[in-house]
């Protein structure tokens, strides 16, 4: 095996590594979302007042 075919493997690797990544956090921000609408379901409005303030803060930071 040449340099070019383990520079080329490397690559693959990674690229496979950070697909398998980004298909994790879009798993988890998924799940978040179906958690935050099951508790807007048991609890009412009132329980997405809260979280969105704090969404809010975190984003003016």
């Known amino acids: 095996m040449g340099m070019k075919d383990q520079f080329q493997d490397k ?3 990674l690229a496979d590594k950070a697909k398998e990544r980004m298909d ?3 798993d988890q921000a998924r799940d978040r979302g179906q958690q ?7 609890h ?3 329980a997405r007042e809260p979280m969105d303030r ?3 803060q975190d984003y003016d930071a």
């Not at 935050?36 to 048991?42: A, I, K, L, T, W």
């Open 54 to 56: 704090e969404m809010d």
């Open 36 to 42: 935050r609408e099951e508790d807007v379901q048991r």
């Open 44 to 46: 009412g409005q009132g």
């Open 11 to 13: 690559a693959k690797d």
């Open 24 to 26: 994790q956090g879009k």
